[in-house]
């Protein structure tokens, strides 16, 4: 330094500087270390800032006048300083000589300056609007000259005259210049030009928010306010900041796993393309190859050659789509570990301050503000590492979620299989959240060991090689918590196991609850949840007790090493002394360990499971996909719109092929006919033309743009009219021909909000024919070339098939000239088409047009004749009841129907017009061109005024998800208490208190030991004082372990039980209405993530709270003991802590009540996708309903960001007010050195720099514990569902053998769906004897349904009463009413489990009377070709059977229980008529002396019932007795 600074100026001179009460620094350290740092920084960044800059270009940025200045002042201070170094030149030259450094540091400055003012340019040019670096610059040259500036002050008053006029005056030139510079800096320019922040009405401050306010979270300071005044809402929140939207990181996470995938392809492929390259397609049509060994075996043989092929590593993927963001979080943690041994160093200056009386104040003054400011400066660092790390994690959830959906749209079905939807759903929210944990703490996986080796460092230098004795204790440790952190990983992975079965379970019980209520099975089936969920209990409580072995090992483990440490130091050398500055230095780094020993095994245990995660959602994404080229879709001109040319397909690959040597040839403009028996495969074929069956030989090409109506129709949660429109524009004109031609003009007069009534989820407030039909109009609406119809006409009764199959599917209906394929067991239509395939075992049997196929005489023609007359008796049938009906009606009523109560279906022009259209085949008379008129221009009449002005008062189907606002209720907590137990409750508080006081009690002994060096005492008390101290540390262990047995593993399990017996029992008894109400999604919801709070969430927050709550009260009050005046301080900043704390809650709660609210419809929309996915995938939709999930991830991260940031914006304020406990603990300490001991003075300095650790945890878990313990509160609100009446009256219990007789009546009865909706049934009498057969025939919504569902009190009646066996049935238990009634319901639900078990639940029958039942119900053939017999597993919905066969499995249901009274509702509707006269002939032998009442679609079903009233407007309309079966003593109703 001298060659720079001469010999005149020494570079540092002690008693100027530190031995002095007015200290000073000599002019050589001013001009080289104090100028240079500033500059060093800007340099040493600029290539990293330049490199930043480059990448990321926002837009650019006007001139401002803010600008300008910036620009000016730069360039201003560039000539102040070189102004310096121009006046040494001049010096020179006057011979004056300088030492080298005048000339150094002006020309640096100079050059940094002008540095200085390119970035601030640089900067406006890639549109930053507040720039970090130059901040830090500025502020650093203000800070090292503020040195400077005080001693010219000091130097000028202390001479006469000043000597150097010219650098004195420069160098305040320059010191305000900074000065302005740094305020300039701390306000923001405009945002870029053209940028999205100016489109964007509620843009995310964030992205116009300075540098400062970006490092305190000051931007988010406008949303806590607000939610503290008024909770906030879904509008309050601001836009997702573009880097965070699916947009954004779907795309990145799915560019780089294609390219692992690719990468996996490339690396299998070589290897094996030695020994096996696929044959070309062989011409013949062979199975297997005739040359030795099948392509399969050479694959197979391969196989074992080669090592296992390469997996695509989705980790990989997620690391290079989300690492680098990452690793920014990473560098500040780095930064952070380092400051964190800052203080410990400080400390231990502090206390040896207090030791020596004579040293200047202002060495303790400047340490404590020392303290202050590194402390100030960790809580920034480290939060904006929480930032990254979070954002980062949410990033990956967003991409997960987006990477499952867009997969579970394009899985084969036997991947379907192997995942259900419970486990997907499983995977997007249990798992995809494992990540979101995962990276918040991924950091600690380097940064603990890094921690670990920093602080033993440190203690070496401090207490010498007996910190060996402290590190073989952690060392022991270690392989004690692998061990339990890996039980805690196979009960993790246990558990989820059971979770994934119960939500599968009681995602089934949700979709078929309605069954489950119809057969009173709902018994069995809440035993079935219990078991397992007893199971899941019986893991938690395991894990439980691992855990509180755990708690105990960490929390006591800087206890046990600072024991050890200090036993063995006072007693390895008697020349070793305990003093204050030894303890408490090695205690504040022990304490420091605490952190990372604590997190270590969690990080650990969390990343094990995380990786359970990845592998199952790494083996989703690596699922099969259908071969979109299974089919050729290309448009090439051709005579034939869909061929099939030997077609062999199967479901899956390792099944049995289901269709065999297809070939279908189907003519432009055609309508073909696929006929044949249940179970042929007519749907399978029509899966095999859209692709959803895997092709194994041969070729289908379909020509244009395809419709698909599913046999079981698909509707989404919206409005009836979206569901038709299906994201088409809309057209008035064609809207009203659609409705027209699908009968639906009629139905929407009934609807209450018309065409803008919510339709539940699965279409559950329409009937099975107004879904069928909504499912057609949304295909005819959206006019594609080819209409795949599977069965579409089942589920319409017969006059309304008619009209649908006249008026749209039909040669003259609105289809005419577009190919289609219809598969239907409705005999009549035949004539009509032009084609008729017929299916028999997966194989074409015969094929031809109607008249070809009756000249060929096979068993198809054979078919016919049997069954031909009687649907044409049946066509004639519906037509004759109708012209009757309108004879019931006057004219007037007809014409005006506005006198007629308001809901009721009306009978109006569009009934009459709908009679004028019925024509039967043999019809003659009209000419085929009048009639085609007729029919298909769209009827003339008003249209009536589209709905939209109704559409204030339609009562929402699906309420919207209640946000509960406002603080959690007290009795919520209070609730959780009860069923913890309230004693249990209070006794827990009191031993957390307990265990806490231990603590304390063991450090006030310790500082009562390091006082014994003062005295020098130390040989006479060792051992006393080791082994109190010993026996303090081992209470608090004891008290502990207590503590969390008693808590967590008993209390909190119990609670968990408690909570999900009630909310399961109350949500079984509930009315069928409240399911119509409440999406499956969100009942699942409760039943997943809100258990999952209760169950592990809850007691690990409360544990942590009670910890840090009691850790901060000894605190408060052993520095205020020590220092009373400290309790002055003490009030002020709890005041501020408490209104922090205030202002966080309430706006931390309700982001988080939002967030919540938000992530069922990403479910619900989820499941209702994988429902619907071949629909989708037919009408190509696939990308539109892609962009809706991800705009419903989305609105959830609008919710869940700034509750991330919300937790930041806590931690800086909080943090500060810990710090400020800090410094004046240690300023305290300073002003009453001479009356404190130094062990005094460490301990409540040492306290205090911990205290800011437990006051941000026990905000972050206060808040926790709010946010979580709303899950008690929403689990709570449906354990309060109303209930319907109870399941069995003691008092009122029905004779064992009742009903003897059978006989029905029905006494002026009325019914409405749910409160507040107009009557569907209304003073319907009617009087059943005994043993008749009674069919209910009316047109669909008429209320045939709901007067079955009166019978088994589904719906309660408005007025009248029903009796059986003069018993009024709504005296008695519902399971005593519906165990003695039967149903075979319209649709058939099955449960995934044997198939027996879907018959039997309860197992009250032999396997002999099953086989019977399956006899009778025509399944015996397929049952027992199956391998498993009774055991074969049915999945999940009965997937794998035919709809036909699902229904015949409801009939051998019905034919086990045999009750006096059965009820079928359209219970053969799925069935070709074969199968159907078959079991009409097992209903008539089995149930022959049974009441029979039968809805039905087909009149031939209801043939020989003696009474068939039609039900219109829900009146019995008529009860005719047919004249031409009086005699068979049945009648239809």
């Not at 006046?87 to 030492?99: C, K, V």
């Not at 890639?126 to 002050?153: D, H, M, N, T, Y």
């Not at 947009?247 to 996996?264: G, H, R, S």
């Amino acid at each position: 330094m001298e060659r720079l600074c001469g010999p005149e100026l020494p570079f540092w001179v002690a008693n100027q500087t530190l031995h002095t009460d007015q200290p000073d620094l000599p002019l050589c350290f001013q001009l080289t270390v104090l100028s240079w740092l500033p500059c060093i920084y800007l340099w040493t960044v600029s290539p990293i800032y330049l490199f930043y800059l480059k990448k990321n270009n926002r837009g650019y940025i006007m001139m401002s006048i803010m600008n300008r200045f910036k620009t000016v002042f730069g360039l201003l201070l560039w000539f102040v300083c070189w102004t310096d170094l121009f006046y040494t030149f001049h010096e020179t030259q006057q011979e004056i000589s300088q030492p080298p450094i005048f000339f150094i540091t002006p020309l640096m400055l100079g050059m940094t300056m002008l540095l200085a003012t390119f970035f601030i340019q640089c900067e406006r040019l890639r549109g930053v609007q507040s720039s970090g670096v130059l901040f830090i610059f500025w502020f650093l040259s203000v800070l090292c000259a503020v040195v400077p500036f005080r001693s010219k002050i000091l130097q000028a008053s202390s001479e006469v005259e000043v000597t150097d006029k010219l650098r004195f005056t420069t160098f305040y030139f320059y010191f305000g210049l900074v000065v302005l510079e740094l305020i300039l800096c701390c306000f923001n320019e405009k945002p870029p030009l053209f940028s999205n922040v100016v489109a964007d009405p509620n843009v995310c401050p964030e992205s116009t928010a300075g540098f400062l306010s970006k490092m305190t979270f000051w931007w988010f300071t406008s949303m806590a306010i607000k939610g503290y005044k008024m909770p906030l809402e879904a509008k309050d929140l601001w836009s997702l900041n573009q880097r965070d939207s699916a947009k954004a990181t779907v795309p990145k996470l799915l560019k780089e796993w294609e390219k692992e995938q690719a990468t996996a392809k490339r690396e299998q492929n070589p290897s094996s393309q030695v020994f096996y390259s696929k044959p070309p397609p062989s011409t013949t049509n062979h199975v297997g190859g005739e040359s030795g060994t099948s392509p399969e075996e050479d694959e197979v043989l391969l196989s074992g050659q080669k090592a296992v092929p390469r997996q695509p590593s989705f980790l990989r993927a997620l690391i290079k789509a989300f690492g680098p963001y990452f690793l920014i979080g990473s560098a500040y943690k780095l930064l952070q570990d380092v400051i964190t041994f800052v203080n410990p160093q400080l400390l231990r200056m502090l206390i040896s301050f207090t030791k020596q009386k004579d040293a200047p104040d202002w060495w303790g003054y400047s340490l404590a503000f020392l303290m202050f400011f590194t402390a100030f400066l960790q809580t920034l660092i480290l939060h904006q590492h929480f930032q990254y790390c979070f954002v980062t994690g949410m990033h990956v959830r967003t991409a997960l979620i987006g990477a499952i959906y867009r997969k579970s749209l394009v899985i084969t079905n036997a991947a379907k299989r192997s995942s259900t939807l419970g486990e997907v759903v499983n995977l997007m929210s249990v798992d995809a959240q494992r990540f979101v944990d995962l990276t918040t703490f991924l950091n600690m996986l380097w940064s603990a060991p890094l921690q670990i080796m920093l602080t033993l460092y440190f203690l070496w230098q401090n207490l010498g090689p007996s910190v060996l004795a402290g590190v073989a204790v952690m060392i022991l440790l270690i392989p004690f918590n692998a061990v339990i952190a890996m039980k805690s990983r196979a009960y993790q992975v246990e558990q989820m196991q059971h979770k994934d079965s119960r939500i599968k379970l009681m995602n089934e019980i949700l979709n078929g609850i309605k069954v489950l209520k119809l057969y009173a099975w709902e018994n069995s089936f809440k035993e079935k949840v219990l078991a397992i969920r007893q199971k899941e209990l019986n893991v938690l409580k395991k894990a439980a007790y691992l855990g509180a072995l755990s708690t105990m090992a960490w929390t006591s483990a800087p206890f046990m090493v600072a024991l050890t440490t200090f036993a063995v130091y006072v007693m390895v050398d008697e020349n070793n002394i305990l003093d204050a500055e030894t303890a408490f230095v090695s205690l504040s780094l022990f304490n420091i360990l605490r952190f990372p020993l604590n997190m270590l095994p969690q990080v650990i245990s969390s990343l094990v499971q995380t990786s359970v995660s990845l592998k199952r959602i790494q083996s989703f994404l690596s699922h099969d996909e259908l071969d979109p080229n299974s089919v050729d879709r290309r448009n090439s001109p051709s005579d034939f719109s869909v061929t099939v040319v030997n077609g062999k397909f199967t479901w899956a690959q390792e099944d049995t092929p289901v269709l065999h040597n297809i070939n279908v040839l189907v003519p432009q403009g055609s309508l073909l006919a696929v006929v044949g028996h249940v179970g042929c495969g007519k749907s399978s074929l029509i899966s095999a033309l859209l692709g959803e069956t895997e092709k194994l030989e041969g070729d289908v090409s379909v020509r244009g743009s395809v419709a698909y109506v599913p046999q079981q129709a698909w509707i989404q949660n919206a409005t009836l009219r979206d569901n038709i429109l299906f994201g088409k524009l809309y057209s008035e004109q064609k809207y009203r021909c659609v409705l027209e031609a699908c009968a639906l003009t009629p139905d929407l007069e009934v609807l209450p909000g018309g065409d803008m009534t919510e339709i539940g989820e699965k279409g559950i407030n329409l009937s099975g024919g107004q879904r069928q039909r909504v499912s057609l109009a949304r295909a005819l609406y959206s006019d594609a070339d080819v209409y795949l119809l599977d069965d579409p006409l089942s589920a319409v009764d017969a006059h309304v098939s008619k009209h649908i199959f006249d008026n749209l599917i039909g040669p003259e209906g609105a289809l005419k000239g577009k190919t289609r394929i219809l598969v239907t067991h409705g005999i009549s239509y035949l004539p009509q088409v032009d084609n008729i395939v017929v299916m028999a075992d997966g194989r074409v049997s015969e094929m031809g047009s109607y008249q070809e196929l009756l000249k060929q005489n096979g068993a198809f023609a054979e078919f016919l004749r049997n069954y031909a007359l009687e649907d044409i008796i049946e066509e004639d049938e519906a037509t004759e009841e109708i012209i009757d009906d309108e004879d019931l009606y006057p004219e007037d009523t007809l014409s005006n129907h506005t006198d007629m109560v308001d809901g009721e279906p009306v009978i109006n022009e569009a009934k009459r017009k709908f009679i004028r259209q019925i024509s039967i085949i043999s019809a003659d008379g009209e000419t085929p061109k009048s009639r085609s008129v007729r029919r298909h221009g769209c009827s003339q009449r008003k249209h009536p005024e589209p709905q939209e002005k109704e559409s204030q008062r339609i009562e929402k189907l699906i309420q919207a998800e209640t946000a509960e606002t406002g603080r959690v209720k007290l009795k919520v907590y209070l609730e959780y208490a009860k069923a913890v137990g309230l004693l249990l409750s209070v006794l827990i508080c009191i031993l957390y208190g307990c265990q806490s006081a231990a603590a304390i009690g063991a450090n006030i002994w310790l500082s009562e030991w390091t006082n014994d060096a003062l005295q020098n005492q130390t040989e006479d008390n060792v051992n006393m004082r080791v082994a109190v101290y010993a026996a303090l540390g081992i209470t608090q262990g004891v008290l502990l372990l207590v503590t969390c047995l008693l808590s967590q593993t008993y209390s909190m399990v119990r609670a968990a039980k408690l909570m999900h017996r009630n909310l399961l029992q109350r949500v079984l008894r509930a009315p069928q209405a409240f399911f119509e109400s409440s999406p499956v999604g969100r009942l699942i919801n409760r039943f997943s993530k809100d258990m999952d709070a209760i169950d592990s969430q809850i007691p690990h927050q409360i544990d942590i709270w009670m910890h840090t709550f009691w850790y901060t009260l000894n605190v408060v009050l052993v520095c205020s003991a020590l220092t009373p005046m400290f309790l002055l301080v003490v009030a002020p900043l709890m005041v501020f802590y408490w209104w922090v704390q205030r202002f966080y809650v309430a706006t931390s709660r309700q982001l988080k009540r939002l967030e919540s609210i938000n992530r069922s419809p990403i479910y619900s929309h989820f499941s209702e996708t994988i429902t619907g996915s071949s629909v989708i995938r037919a009408f190509g939709r696939h990308s539109a309903f892609v962009f809706m999930s991800d705009m419903k991830v989305d609105e959830n991260q609008k919710s869940y960001y700034p509750g991330i940031v919300s937790n930041r914006w806590l931690g800086v304020r909080i943090e500060f007010i810990g710090n400020c406990i800090v410094l004046f603990a240690a300023l305290f300490a300073v002003t009453g050195k001479d009356d404190l001991n130094p062990g005094l003075v460490g301990l409540s300095v040492s306290y205090a720099l911990q205290v800011t650790m437990s006051l941000n945890w026990m905000v972050r878990m206060t808040s926790d514990l709010e946010n979580n313990i709303v899950a008690v509160e929403r689990v709570k609100e449906y354990s309060e569902t109303k209930t319907e009446a109870p399941w069995e009256i003691e008092d009122k219990k029905p004779p064992p053998d009742w009903p003897i007789q059978g006989n029905v009546e029905f006494h002026n009865y009325s019914v409405r769906y749910r409160e507040g909706l107009d009557l569907v049934l209304k003073n319907l009498s009617l009087s059943v004897k005994g043993g008749e057969k009674v069919g209910i025939v009316g047109r669909t919504g008429a209320g045939k349904s709901s007067m079955t569902l009166c019978l088994f009190r589904l719906l309660e009646a408005a007025e009248g009463e029903i009796s059986i066996d003069d018993v009024k049935i709504s005296e008695i238990g519902l399971h005593d009413l519906r165990s003695k009634l039967t149903i075979i319901p319209q649709e058939p639900v099955l449960f995934s489990g044997t198939l027996r078990m879907n018959l039997d639940p309860f197992e009250k029958y032999s396997d002999e009377e099953v086989w019977k039942a399956l006899e009778h119900s025509h399944l015996h053939k397929f049952v027992s070709n199956q391998p498993a017999k009774l055991e074969m597993e049915c999945s999940e919905g009965g997937e794998n059977l035919s709809v036909g066969q699902r229904q015949l499995v409801c009939l051998a249901r019905a034919l086990l229980r045999k009750t006096r009274i059965l009820i079928l509702d359209e219970a053969t509707a799925a069935i070709d008529l074969e199968t159907d006269d078959l079991i009409q002939s097992t209903i008539r032998t089995q149930f022959e002396d049974c009441t029979v009442f039968t809805i039905a679609h087909r009149l031939n079903t209801v043939m020989d019932y003696k009474r068939r009233p039609p039900l219109m407007g829900s009146k019995t309309a008529s009860s005719s007795s047919s004249s031409s079966f009086d005699d068979k003593g049945v009648r239809i109703l």
